[in-house]
């Protein structure tokens, strides 16, 4: 699988060099800022710029997808959440719906399920809190198991049609995810105490070493095939 990421590289900067270019500008700026100025709050508007640009181009190459469109949205919303207020298990709230979006268009799921799934995630808050569970850990829990039904359907789709190139952005996109949520727990655990605070500023400039690629991955993972007039003008990611 991983041999074909340098041919899926060039595969993606063919499709469409002008993105590519602004998001690699991009990421290596904000990694090289954080490594040498860490304290430079421009880093923190590279970051989140970068992953609006994932929803602007979605709108623009895929605007069809409206499931993948809110599910990125939903994302950058939950990170600004996150950051800029102490709201933090509504901000893991609405990652939770994200993930859920993911899951749906992955398996191809109508869009009522999502009212299910609401039921769910509240019986499953109230049964994490009955035994014990703080409420951020609570909404926590229910999203680890989300991504990881994510990262299956992924690796099923990829098992499927391994030759899609948007199947294998799907794929590196949520491994990529996975690594992130872990450098954030490992995080968590750092400031509870759990390990040594010195490992902190590595767990917290590796979130951003695999969040921000994973957006762009998929970003480029639609499972709605472009309209005719967009197969005419770009070739399609296959």
């Known amino acids: ?79 600004t959440i996150l950051v800029w207020t102490t709201m933090e298990t509504f901000g893991v709230v609405i990652f939770a719906f994200a993930q859920f979006l993911h899951i749906m268009r992955q398996s191809e799921k109508p869009p009522r399920d999502l009212f299910g799934f609401t039921a769910v995630l509240v019986l499953g808050y109230i049964f994490a809190r009955q035994c014990g569970f703080t409420a951020l850990y609570a909404i926590s829990t229910i999203y680890a198991i989300e991504i990881m039904i994510n990262v299956y359907l992924a690796v099923h789709r990829y098992k499927m049609q391994h030759n899609r190139l948007r199947i294998r952005c799907g794929l590196y996109g949520f491994l990529m995810f996975i690594a992130c949520d872990a450098c954030v727990g490992l995080r968590h655990l750092v400031l509870d105490g759990v390990f040594p605070i010195e490992i902190l500023p590595m767990a917290s400039f590796l979130v951003w070493f695999f969040y921000f690629p994973s957006q762009v991955l998929l970003a480029n993972s639609s499972t709605i095939e472009p309209t005719p007039s967009k197969v005419a003008r770009k070739t399609s990611l296959r």
């Open 1 to 79: 699988m991983f041999k074909t990421w340098w041919q899926d590289y060039k595969k993606l900067f063919d499709t469409d060099p002008k993105w590519l270019t602004i998001w690699l500008l991009t990421y290596f700026s904000f990694l090289i800022l954080d490594i040498f100025v860490p304290e430079f709050r421009g880093a923190s508007v590279l970051k989140y710029a970068g992953i609006f640009s994932c929803i602007i181009y979605v709108m623009q190459k895929n605007p069809q997808d409206t499931p993948l469109i809110l599910a990125l949205f939903l994302t950058f919303l939950a990170d």
